[in-house]
């Protein structure tokens, strides 16, 4: 690719990706509402609010690939989840068919299937259970990619991203962890395969522990390397189990599913 967009690139995973990605293309165009420091040689630094369509247009504009993790990372009022979320998912597949269709990977979330309990083991295909409205603002992204692929042909890849840190926190994490070097990886894979359409994938290493079917998504040749078990003994002896009844223990979606509703100030 010539210049490859991330939005979001101040978050947490965006400053991770501004360097591993970097050899996916000539120019990365990095985008985010908060500073995003001095731009190298090889990038540029746009600011941009998502729930505003026409900078959104200027954005994508000249881009031939999109990697968008921007928006609003976790349960908040409506109004903000709305905004950044809903709105500038919008924003965002509008601009992408005004501007040639370069290929998306979205970044989706597990929280779109929270609900479902730590001991069930599924697919891709299962129907939605979001555990809040970061969840359901999800749910909508992957409807609006399904969508915009088949009444455009806009190829995106859903990647469903399960615990994207350095290493895993918590005894959970040990089934939804997604390490920065695998997420890299499934990113080339995304870019780089001939035909993509638009597969929901799991974004998660290769856990001993695992919740998610990734058969689905063989066909793209990504093999993910990293495995949450390397840091169990270490995550045994310093993080307090959670007790066997509590949301941490029962749900995918974890505390997340005790959330509540929260109202605008």
């Known amino acids: ?24 293309a000539t120019i990365l165009r990095l985008s985010d509402i908060t500073d995003l420091g001095t731009a190298a040689d090889h990038e540029e630094l746009v600011t ?4 505003d369509k026409a900078s959104v247009d200027r954005l994508v504009d000249g881009c031939d690939g999109i990697v968008h993790l921007g928006g609003m990372s976790g349960e908040a009022p409506f109004s903000k989840i709305m905004h950044a979320n809903i709105a500038g998912c919008y924003n965002l597949y509008e601009a992408a068919r005004a501007h040639g269709q370069p290929r998306i990977l979205l970044a989706s979330s597990l ?19 979001p555990d809040g409205l970061y969840g359901v603002s999800k749910c909508f992204a992957e409807m609006m990619a399904q969508m915009y692929f088949d009444k455009f042909g806009q190829e995106t890849a859903v990647v469903r991203i399960g615990s994207c840190f350095e290493h895993p926190r918590d005894q959970r994490m040990l089934a939804t962890w997604f390490s920065y070097g695998d997420f890299a990886s499934l990113a080339e894979c995304v870019f780089k395969a001939p035909r993509l359409g638009c ?13 998610w079917d990734n058969r689905k998504a063989n066909f793209l ?20 189990p959670p007790d066997p009844n509590s949301a941490s223990a029962l749900y995918q979606g974890g505390p997340f599913t005790e959330k509540p509703i929260y109202e605008d100030e």
């Open 1 to 24: 690719m010539h210049r490859l967009l991330i939005t979001g690139a101040a978050g947490g995973i965006g400053r991770v990706m501004r360097e591993k990605l970097a050899p996916l």
């Open 48 to 51: 941009c609010d998502l729930g």
């Open 111 to 129: 929280h779109t299937v929270g609900f479902y309990r730590q001991d069930e083991y599924f697919d891709a295909t299962i129907p939605p259970r």
């Open 199 to 211: 597969p929901i994938i799991w974004g998660v290493s290769n856990n001993d522990a695992c919740w």
């Open 221 to 240: 040749g990504w093999r993910p390397k990293d495995n949450a078990g390397e840091y169990r003994a270490h995550i045994e002896a310093t993080v307090p």
